[in-house]
């Protein structure tokens, strides 16, 4: 009989009363999920959004949710991922008493209670194995997409984020030392003279503007343009 109990946030994350006492809905896990990728660049084993994968099954299996349930705190217009208690305590570690040894330190991206940025979708890539990465052209020309989408200008700011990147791609294309995403991109909020959250159309924009500068035609995993996407795609719940 035990299996057919509804899973509750209780059950699983030591929550408040609230949020405790909701069920497991298949697109709350799909939201955790959203929200580890672009914080992390993936999905950890046992992490939140796996243990909320396999509660919003049980819970969809006896029948208690369908697989496009949400629930109310999700749906909720003014939180990005209603869940943040959770990442919070489980993604990302408390700066307070942050001297625990085998601390991480994430970009905020994905847990607050306003929309992720521009600004906050670039930083992010420099925490994910995309920031490794060498910075090439195509990647330039979507940090300076997403620059003018941030600011609102058509042109390049001098000196700006989109200046670096481009510069940095430049010297990339005739140097064996490249600069890589994460060198351009770490602190790019503070590299922004304005910014904005992420919208639909805004990762469109960033996304035609890579795939323009790529024989393949295709995004780069983890990179300047699926992160915006991610963002554009969390910014909607």
Same mark, same amino acid.
């Given at each position: ?5 509804? $899973?509750?946030? *209780? %059950? !699983? &994350? ?13 697109? %709350? ?11 992390? *660049?993936?999905?950890? =084993? ?13 819970? @969809?299996?006896?029948?208690?949710? %369908? ?10 217009? *003014? ?7 959770? !990442? ?13 040894? *085998?601390? @991480?330190?994430?970009?905020?991206? /994905? $847990? ?6 521009? /600004?906050?979708?670039? @930083?992010?890539?420099? &925490? ?6 060498? +910075? @090439? ?11 003018? #989408? ?23 294309? #005739? ?10 991109? #770490?602190?790019?909020?503070?590299? +922004? ?8 159309? %805004? ?10 500068? =790529? ?6 995993? /983890? ?13 909607? &719940?």
């Amino acid at each position: 009989m035990s299996q057919e109990i509804p $899973v509750k946030y *209780g %059950d !699983v &994350f030591p929550v408040s009363s609230e949020l405790g006492s909701k069920m497991i809905a298949p697109q %709350d896990a799909a939201i955790m999920q959203s929200a580890e990728s672009i914080a992390l *660049g993936h999905v950890p =084993k046992g992490g939140p959004a796996s243990l909320m994968q396999s509660a919003a099954a049980q819970n @969809e299996r006896i029948g208690v949710v %369908d697989v496009d349930d949400i629930s109310d705190l999700a749906r909720d217009p *003014g939180v990005t991922v209603s869940q943040a208690e959770v !990442v919070a305590q489980y993604i990302y570690p408390s700066e307070a008493g942050g001297d625990g040894e *085998g601390a @991480e330190r994430y970009p905020t991206t /994905g $847990v607050q209670e306003e929309a992720v940025t521009v /600004g906050e979708a670039l @930083e992010a890539v420099a &925490f994910k194995a995309a920031g490794d990465k060498p +910075l @090439e052209e195509s990647d330039a020309a979507a940090i300076q997409a997403a620059e003018a #989408r941030a600011t609102g200008r058509s042109e390049v700011v001098p000196g700006g984020i989109g200046a670096q990147a481009q510069n940095a791609a430049s010297v990339n294309a #005739r140097t064996d030392d490249k600069t890589t995403l994460g060198d351009v991109l #770490r602190d790019a909020t503070s590299k +922004l003279i304005e910014d904005k959250a992420v919208k639909k159309e %805004d990762a469109e924009g960033v996304v035609s503007a890579e795939i323009r500068n =790529k024989p393949d035609l295709a995004t780069h995993p /983890g990179g300047v343009a699926a992160s915006q996407t991610t963002a554009a795609n969390l910014n909607t &719940f």
